[in-house]
């Protein structure tokens, strides 16, 4: 009761402070103020009213926001209307900022009938302040939802979870066949002048639950704790798995008037990834996570990173669509097979329908750049400055964990073309001793440059073990002589480990953020120099510091704000192709296989997140005769070679590094965390006997 009479305090004084403003210079928070608290106090009064009933406090917040938005559409109440059409009045006033005329970016948002309601609003009186209570709410409500999420997780665990799987399982598939089934007559029974279409549409939006209402409707109840409440949550889950896949069934069916297995499959499989790595994957890292976190002796600095954790994530979730929209999916998007995979459209009709709605289009580009200057914000206003603020507890982490000094970049975002090494933001090129005075220049094609040798990996050269060979003649023949799992310890002087070890001209490098940075810082890369100068000095520490374990986690820093304050002219400059006419997304001029010479070999390179990628092939008699990669991870994690020389990894983990707990290292999994490794380059599947299970061979 106590509550429920502050809100109404509350609600009393935004009121009075926005009244109070009338007649005064216009105040821009004074209505947010007012709208964000009406609706917690519309909240808080329904929440009261389902508690004195008996009922969920949920129920009756659901149960008020559904009044309102109803009565306020009915009566044409020009605020609940706003807030009703929010997501697409931004999508409007991006396309109107992208220079599309005002009335053809309220159709493509709003469609016609609700553009000329919403218009007349927004170009009303009160249309300013109306637009701002908008945002405010859609922001604040994006921060619940996360935050509703987030307290889901804390109440939830995934042992309890597993135990029930089964039984949730079962209600998870009824939960969704039984409404779609039900759902799809009904639609056809109300609406039969519509599209069997809408029908399919309409029953596949019932199949869906929403975690977090369940959730809290159990909290509410004291039931959060029951074997009941394991298998509904544990429904939900899977629920929202299988609403996912046949939300993309439907919308195939829809979009493209038929059934798409391979998409269906391709569907499946990512949930089921996702969930599997959530369920196995996500216990160990959250001890991990606690673990480190538990060393901080500061609560603030606990609850500081807690908090940016949750808040990068969404973050994410937003900036991956770019990956979608040109790359077709995520995670691994297919930008470098064959150009790129999705096609461009400047077809003005491609926005609201037909074969070209799925092409990259005005709508889909706008919203890259929306997502592009949300991103930025967050990197400037958070990632940034957050990373300062963390190191700062964490400098003795600069000077330690640096490893071999050497640094190897292939160079990546050409501005006029690969030909043009000039123009490229990042260089290419090798740092030896720590001297960014001399960047010694990188050749992949010649065969002194980069060669991978196996003296301490599980292969076998056809000219000795202590050979170099270049990828271009890189053999891979497994020869496991390892011991047999499990295993306590493995012998560094012999054999080791499934990577090879690449050099560039006999030096172990590492690659990554930090040698890009350092590359950029080199060659006098002026935003990148004053960038980590102005950090440095806020930490005040030398230039020196960069070399080591914390300098690495600053550089992947740096080097996102370095690279992101370029995707704006990138974006600007692919507009610009669009409408002049250049909607090429490949090179068609060697792809028929007809025009290739007998021999031809040739490398493909890029900077992946974890550092320098590139593939090397030759092709003979148009068959692929030889296909090597070297990637980041071989790299940083390859074992030693011939002449003793540690990779990356073990040079850096051999650097001042002392366990404060020798049963819970948490220093090695910090410095080698630095790196962001991934060993699944280097895993073979084997039988019992040592012998690949299975090879694949194109004749």
Known sequence: MAKFFSTILLFSIAAAAYAASKGQPADPIAPVILGVTGILFFAV???????????????????????LGNLGYLFAVDFLLVLREGPAIFDMVDLTLSGAPLEQAADEAL????????????????GAELTQVAHAVDV??????????FLVGLETSIKEMREVGVESLRVAVLGVVLPFAFGFMAARLLMPELSVNVDLFVAATLGATSIGITARVLKDLSKARSHEAHVILGAAVIDDVLGLIMLAIVSGIIISGGFDPFNAIKTVTLASVFLLTAFIAGPRFLRVTINVVDRLDIVEAKMFISFLFVMAL??????????????????????????????????PTSATGGAAATAVNIVSLNRVRSIIQNMMQFVDQVYLPDTIAIASFYKDWFARGEGLGNFLTYGDF??????DPSTWLIPGGAILNRDLTTIHPVDLNDPKHVQEFVSHSWYDYSDGKDSGLHPYDGETTLNYSGPKPPYDHLNVEESYSWLKAPRWRGHAMETGPLARVLMLYASGHEPTRELAGSVLKQLDLPLEAMFSTMGRTAARTLETKII?????????????????????VHNEEKWDPSTWPREARGVGFTEAPRGALAHWVVIK??????????????????????????????????????????????EIQRTLHSFDPCIACSVHVMDPEG?????????
Do not use: C
């Open 621 to 666: 008699d148009g068959k692929i005769d030889n296909y090597q990669a070297v990637v980041p991870t071989t790299w940083n994690a390859g074992p030693r070679d011939a002449k003793g020389q540690p990779g990356a990894y073990e040079a850096a983990l051999m650097d001042r590094h002392k366990l404060l707990i020798p049963k819970q290292p948490l």
């Open 564 to 584: 992101g304050d370029q995707m704006m002219g990138w974006l600007d400059n692919l507009m610009a192709n669009i409408k002049v006419g250049d909607l090429n």
């Open 691 to 699: 012998e690949e299970l299975m090879k694949i061979k194109v004749s």
């Open 45 to 67: 009064l329904g929440r009261f009213g389902a508690r004195t009933l008996g009922q969920p406090s949920v129920l009756g917040e659901l149960l008020m926001g559904v009044i």
């Open 111 to 126: 469609g016609h009938k609700n553009a000329l309601i919403i218009l007349s609003i927004l170009q009303g009186p009160g």
């Open 414 to 419: 050409p501005a006029t073309g690969l030909d």
């Open 314 to 347: 969404a973050w994410q979730r937003e900036v991956v669509q770019i990956h979608t929209i040109f790359g077709g999916k995520n995670p691994h998007p297919n930008f470098m097979v064959g150009g790129s995979p999705s096609p461009i459209s400047n077809d």
């Open 140 to 149: 604040f409500s994006r921060y619940g939802v996360i935050f509703l999420l």
